[in-house]
């Protein structure tokens, strides 16, 4: 039988190398064409590698850690092998329900089918898959369906913990160390792939390599920083009103399935701002010396990850409702924790938001995020007593910066826009004259 070569195909916009994260597949193997047969982690996002035909797995190429080029062969394969598409009708459902708990979720709801049930056999029957493959209306990632593979937990009986139920890596660990939930198959004998290796260690430290998703961020901080000449301005916000209003919309918003958070009235504030400050939404094309003004509102913000700082931009913010932006936000952030953000997803932004609130922090001088001319940072809530009336009462008050790029803004101009920035998220109810 013939064996072919599947190289690493075109993973994207400007990418043209990435690090393999883990194999999804191992020699002796059937596979199909578009089955996922990687991940792979490239300066942008991880994401998932197909294979272009379809045979039995004969050898895995690289190593988890090594750094692949597009073009670069992945894995051989074996053609002219029984694959699900010429099994028998048992052989090939049970194929299929297998494949498709490694694919990504993408909806939820319908009936359950159902798939023959394998067994041990001396005479050449089917082997009983052990842990049970994970039911199609189980949400989780590949990575995480593989790690409880190779843990022997039942992903069918764990409750996720993620976005709508989703089974994260946490729940999988969390569901091995319990006990609970663990097939018969014995004990684990082989560690998870993602655990991360030293290249060496020597006393009391340890090395790692810097690459990756956190070597693209080490190199745009540091250009930004280097290009940019950064100014802060910092000031409160009385945001008594917010917290009532956000309270008041809370139920119904739980009833649409939507979590509202404080960053889409934060949002909505900002674009009416904007509209006054124009330079705000601008950017300065090094290469020609230019001033690029953009007249559309595409909102980026920072979400904190296991694989670093990422920042997902909502296109066209300025379009939509505070309810839809904040399903946006909470499925933009879940997708960039999962690593699955698109490269499109990524893009685009005209302006950038940090939430470092959620985390703690009172004050910060946050990096703006090149080629952008400024970036908002939002910080924690405070109760504080105040005279309000000649009376004394509580308030929350939350702290806002502004950094700014002075090669296009001056400190009064960021004064100014900062002022009317408070103005309009103290007092929510006049972000509706300023809607259109």
């Known amino acids: ?69 597009v073009g670069q062969t992945l894995i051989t394969v074996e053609e002219g092998v029984e694959t699900s598409a010429n099994l028998s009708k048992s052989d090939a459902a049970i194929t ?54 190779e843990t022997n937990v039942d992903i069918n009986q764990i409750s996720g913990t993620g976005l709508a139920g989703r089974v994260t890596r946490d729940d999988v660990m969390g569901q091995m160390k319990n006990g609970a939930g ?5 004990p684990v004998t082989q560690a998870p792939s993602w655990t991360p290796q030293p290249v060496f260690s020597t006393g009391g430290e340890e090395r790692v390599p810097l690459k990756g998703i956190r070597k693209k961020i080490a190199e745009n901080l540091q250009m930004a920083k280097r290009v940019i000449p950064h100014f802060t301005l ?56 230019e001033i690029v003004y953009k007249k559309y509102f595409n909102i980026g913000f920072a979400a904190d990850t296991p694989n670093g ?27 960039a924790r999962d690593g699955k953000l698109a490269l499109e997803e990524m893009k685009g932004a005209t302006f950038t938001i940090t939430n470092i609130g959620s985390v703690g922090g009172t004050y910060a001088t946050p990096i703006i995020n090149h080629p952008e001319v ?4 939002m910080y924690k809530i405070q109760e504080r007593p105040v005279i309000l009336d000649g009376e004394l009462a509580v308030a929350h008050f939350m702290n806002f910066t502004v950094t700014c790029d002075h090669r296009l803004i001056d400190g009064a101009e960021a004064a100014r826009f900062l002022s009317a920035f408070i103005a ?13």
């Open 96 to 149: 299929a329900q297998h494949n498709l708990s490694r694919a990504s979720e993408s909806s939820i709801g319908g009936s359950k089918p159902s798939v023959p049930t394998p067994s041990n056999s001396n005479g050449g029957g089917l082997i009983a898959i052990n842990p049970p493959p994970a039911d199609i209306h189980v949400l989780a990632t590949p990575s995480t369906r593989r790690l409880a593979r």
């Open 374 to 377: 400024a970036i908002f940072g």
């Open 309 to 335: 700082l990422l920042v997902p931009v909502i296109k066209n913010a300025d379009q939509k409702t505070i309810y839809q932006l904040s399903h946006e936000i909470v499925e933009l952030a879940q997708k």
């Open 182 to 186: 663990a097939t018969a198959a014995g």
């Open 234 to 289: 910092m000031d409160e916000a009385n945001v008594s009103q917010l917290i009532q209003l956000r309270t008041e919309l809370k139920p119904v918003a739980e009833k649409m399935g939507v979590k509202v958070t404080y960053m889409p009235f934060v949002m909505k504030a900002l674009m009416a701002t904007i509209r006054e400050f124009p330079k705000f939404n601008g950017m300065i094309d090094d290469a020609a010396q």
């Open 424 to 436: 309009r998220i103290e007092s929510p109810g006049r972000l509706m004259m300023d809607m259109i």
């Open 1 to 69: 039988m013939a064996t072919r070569n599947v190289e690493l195909p075109e993973i994207g916009e400007g990418v043209n190398e990435g690090e393999l994260v883990s194999w999804l597949v191992k020699p002796g193997d059937t596979i199909e064409v578009d089955q996922a047969v990687a991940e792979l982690m490239t300066d942008k996002a991880t994401v998932e590698v197909p294979s272009t035909m379809a045979g039995k797995v004969v050898e895995l190429k690289f190593s988890e850690g090594d750094t692949i080029e």
